[in-house]
């Protein structure tokens, strides 16, 4: 028997508005149905209900009409250069005139972002290793309050031993490196080449470099099987590296490869589960992003989902060993205000010392210090699972709490479901 699970309303590409829609629970797949008078459509966005009621079941999540979340990605696209010509590219790279946008044009941007309360930019390409000015850009973000993100391929770092050291100097806060599979066929099929190991290379020297690093595995059913491999390779880089994202690919951009190569966040979920990389991993360790109003996070349970783990000793371990989970997001979902940096951080930190098992006290405060100091034995590994909406999938209810941004060149921040979606008009409507 069919269950509807929730109301909302999507974008219509067809008829440029939004219509009523619901997602539809039929027992066998999770559906978002749109009704749209001239042909309604019907998206299955999960192939596990089993694992999609489990995270709608878990999240503290509220939706408010009003809400104004806060962006953790406002991805500046400082040039469309890039020195890779990947088949699957959300940017499109190289395929137009070249464009690299000036030093002063991304200082004047990141002053109207600042305007609008943003405190987080993300910078992309392209290739933004390949920006001229790059250091002295990142120096003067950071000055401004900034906190700095950067997503690459990972040529330059591997290229030049100092490129990372450089980074961390700069006052690079994150530099997520794009890392699909550990398979050369499989790599070549995705990035156009067999670069593994200069990926390698580059996780090497940022390790050493002490630069806080995260990957990106974009997702299709030729490297989902991996999942649990990439997961266990990864935690050679720990402490350093403590957050390792899967994001499911989506049609945008240049996608060369078949629509069947698709794959949706419970398809990730599942395989992570089936891997054995970690035979006591079930269902119930993955949970959606926690709720903390604080800091005005808020996020639609079917964004994603964490799976979070600590190390010890280079080896994967589920942190809710040493720290009760689930409590630590109850915690965490109590306050129902924002609240001054220095109060959050310090409610946060009171949140994990009670989530703490006090027969692991010990080990609980050497993963913070791993954590936190970025040496050690212990550290943490935060495995998130990502997904964006596709065309006919445009959930209001996700769009007006999204943390993830596109920014324009005007400011308008444009949130990447949108951002990727055909109907570029839409971008008018985006309040900054």
């Not at 995270?55 to 939706?63: I, T």
């Not at 109207?112 to 250091?135: C, D, H, N, R």
């Not at 990035?191 to 290379?201: S, W």
């Not at 935690?235 to 899967?246: A, E, Q, R």
Request: aromatic share 10%.
């Amino acid at each position: 028997m069919e269950k509807i699970i929730d109301r909302t309303e999507s974008y219509c590409c067809d008829c440029r508005e939004n219509h009523t829609a619901r997602i539809v629970d039929t027992g066998k797949h999770i559906i978002f149905i749109v009704e749209c008078p001239v042909k309604k459509r019907k998206i299955v966005i999960s192939e596990y209900p089993e694992i999609y009621r489990m995270l709608r079941r878990k999240s503290r999540y509220h939706y408010n009409r009003n809400f104004v979340p806060q962006s953790w990605g406002n991805q500046i696209e400082l040039l469309n250069r890039c020195n890779f010509h990947c088949p699957v590219c959300y940017a499109s790279a190289n395929e137009s005139t070249e464009r690299i946008m000036p030093l002063r044009e991304v200082i004047s941007l990141a002053k109207k972002l600042q305007k609008q309360g943003v405190e987080l930019i993300s910078l992309s390409g392209g290739e933004p290793t390949l920006y001229p000015e790059l250091f002295i850009l990142i120096k003067a973000l950071k000055q401004k309050g900034f906190i700095v993100n950067l997503s690459t391929n990972g040529s330059m770092l591997a290229a030049d031993s100092d490129f990372a050291l450089r980074l961390k100097r700069s006052g690079l806060e994150y530099c997520y490196i794009q890392f699909d599979s550990l398979d050369p066929l499989t790599h070549a099929a995705l990035r156009g080449n067999d670069y593994i190991p200069l990926k390698k290379h580059a996780l090497q020297n940022a390790f050493r470099a002490k630069l806080p690093l995260a990957t990106i595995t974009t997702t299709v059913k030729k490297n989902i099987q991996e999942a649990g491999n990439i997961v266990q390779y990864l935690t050679n880089y720990s402490p350093v590296l403590n957050i390792c994202v899967f994001a499911a690919a989506g049609n945008a951009g240049r996608f060369a490869l078949p629509e069947s190569q698709l794959v949706t966040r419970d398809d990730i979920i599942h395989s992570l589960l089936a891997s054995n990389f970690l035979p006591e991993l079930t269902i119930d360790d993955f949970i959606p992003f926690p709720r903390f109003l604080p800091f005005r996070v808020n996020l639609h349970p079917d964004c994603g989902a964490v799976l979070p783990l600590y190390t010890k000793h280079k080896k994967p371990f589920l942190l809710d060993r040493l720290y009760d989970v689930n409590r630590f997001c109850r915690l965490l979902s109590r306050p129902r205000k924002i609240m001054r940096k220095g109060f959050g951080h310090a409610y946060m930190a009171v949140c994990f010392l009670l989530s703490m098992r006090v027969n692991r006290l010990r080990e609980c405060f050497l993963v913070l210090w791993g954590m936190l100091m970025q040496k050690g034995v212990y550290g943490i590994l935060i495995v998130a699972i990502d997904q964006f909406m596709n065309t006919y999938y445009q959930d209001v209810k996700r769009l007006g709490h999204c943390a993830t941004y596109h920014v324009l060149d005007d400011g308008t921040r444009v949130p990447m479901c949108m951002y990727h979606h055909p109907d570029k008009s839409r971008y008018s409507k985006t309040d900054p």
